[in-house]
Each structure stands twice: as C-alpha cells, then as structure tokens.
Nanobody, 124 residues
C-alpha cells in the first residue's frame, strides 16, 4: 500500500529549479513530522530537509541550505520541496518520508513511512 507518492522530478540544467511534491494518504499527516531524503548512485541515503507537523520548524542539510525550501499543506496532506540553484551533485532519487513524532529529524531511522522516490537529474 503506497501512502506517500512523490512527483515533480525530472531533468534540469545546472542552476535550474524544480519543485517536488509528496501526496500523503495517511490519516496522521497533520501530526507527523515530514522529511525529504535523497540517494545518489552508489551512495547512502542522506538527509535533505525536514519540517515539523505544523510547519513552523524546518531544518536542512548544510549542502542544500539556502537553496532548498521545504513546506507543507496539511489540508491537502502534501509536503513540498522547492529546489533552486540546482547543481549536478544534487542528482539523486528523492524520497518523501513521514514520522509519528511532530518534530523535525534528520535520521532515516526516525521515519516510519517512505515514498518510492522521484528522480532528479541535474545536467551541466
């Protein structure tokens, strides 16, 4: 049963922008902290961004801070990742994830639900 579905990935040029969306069909979305992670070819899954249940708190990986922005719309049960000034090193499969706690986390182990990912490719 797929409960988190990412969309918005694609091919973009160096310096371009993309907005990823995650549609969550989980009843606890409004009380769940959410996160975005990514995994490049041959690499481990790494933290990108997280947002608290109410959207008031966010945190970012150092590598994307100032370029990416996470947001959410609890009425729509959706979370977004606006990616600007994309670099080739941002190329990866991006995953949306949910946790039971309200707070932000940068740990894979803290998230209990995961989407299947959407590919983002940044060309130079």
């Amino acid at each position: 049963q797929v409960q988190l579905v990412e969309s918005g990935g694609g091919l973009v040029q160096d310096g371009g922008s993309l907005r990823l969306s995650c549609a969550a069909s989980i009843p606890t979305f409004g009380t769940s902290g959410m996160g975005w992670f990514r995994q490049g070819p041959g690499k481990e899954r790494e933290f990108v961004a997280a947002i608290s249940s109410g959207g008031s708190a966010t945190r970012y990986a150092e590598s994307v801070k100032g370029r990416f922005s996470i947001s959410r719309d609890n009425a729509k049960r959706s979370v977004y990742l606006q990616m600007n000034s994309l670099k080739p090193e941002d190329t990866a499969v991006y995953f949306c994830a949910a946790r039971l706690s309200r707070t932000t986390s940068n740990l894979v182990s803290d998230f209990s639900s995961w989407g299947q990912g959407t590919q983002v490719t940044v060309s130079s």
